[in-house]
């Protein structure tokens, strides 16, 4: 009964917060849970006739068509080899703006830089696929017009050659990414207390020993959180920079299909909305294994430095 009574004083007094919960978790049930009623149609033949519910069900036929189809290793390998790469440069690069920020005195042209470098993840997919088609057009492009012919190298057809695409969609990931990472490592960083830098230099540690010895262990945290969060989302790739980008030109697909590309593919080409939802689920639970393992085992190493 005393419980009671405290949970009864408790909400009385935070009633405004709880009340403005409440939209926010309408919205969330609506987003988030409610769609998940769709995990059936991942185990079913949909037949638009019978509906959702009465359409046959297959069982795991759907997931088999997955990891069978012949593009699987492609968009697999891709995917994982992709989202390693932006996890470990994009980490480090982050981490390499985030520093030099904090190292920069001039408070105006610290906010202006922050603003600068932010812009690219505000910026729409389709304003980036332009971007990159001013640089890569092989008859009025940058790339060809300035660059390739200042070393006398032939015109380059970009959207027709798959080599080159696995550096430039790094680059543009990295450019449209790496100004929100590095503001996320930069809050932290300015948070450590000064007095550690002001005792190393009376010690006469140097700047690359304040940077390995104060800086990153105090963002070791973090450093740990986001990786373990990007982990989980290896198996997920940014559509809009893999279909848009491209142009989502064919030539191109042995180094630009990927699993969200794929699905995309699967649903707009075969009408497989079964096929689209297994591979989605796939995705999931892959991911959510993929962070309770990785977190499992920063929690064996650092339990401080764990998710959960």
Known sequence: MRTNSKLRKRIFKCWPLYTMLIPGMIYLIINNYLPMFGILIAFKKIDYSLGIFKSPWVGFSNFTYLLASNDAYIMFRNTILYNVAFIILGNVLALVVAIALDTVKNRAFRNVSQVIILIPNLLSTIIITYIVYAFLNEQHGFMNNTILAALHIDPISWYNTPGPWP?????????????????????????????????????????????????????????????????????????????????????????????????????????????????????????????????????KVDEESSLF
């Not at 680059?171 to 005792?199: C, H, N, Q, R």
């Not at 010690?203 to 945290?221: H, N, V, Y």
């Open 167 to 299: 550096i430039i969609l790094t680059i543009v990931y990295l450019w449209m990414s790496i100004g929100y990472t590095s503001i996320l490592y930069y809050s932290t960083l300015i948070g450590i207390d000064k007095t550690y830098y002001e005792a190393a230099v009376v010690d006469g540690a140097s700047l690359w020993q304040q940077i390995f010895r104060i800086t990153l262990p105090c963002m070791k945290k973090t450093i740990v959180i986001l990786l373990i969060l990007a982990v989980g989302r290896i198996c997920y790739s940014d559509f809009g920079l893999f279909y848009q980008v491209p142009m989502h030109s064919g030539l191109l697909y042995p180094t630009t299909q990927t699993i969200d590309t794929f699905v995309y593919r699967a649903l707009l080409e075969q009408n497989s909305i079964g096929r689209s939802s297994a591979a989605g689920l796939f995705q999931s639970v892959l991911g959510f294994v993929l962070v309770v393992t990785t977190n499992l085992i920063v929690r």
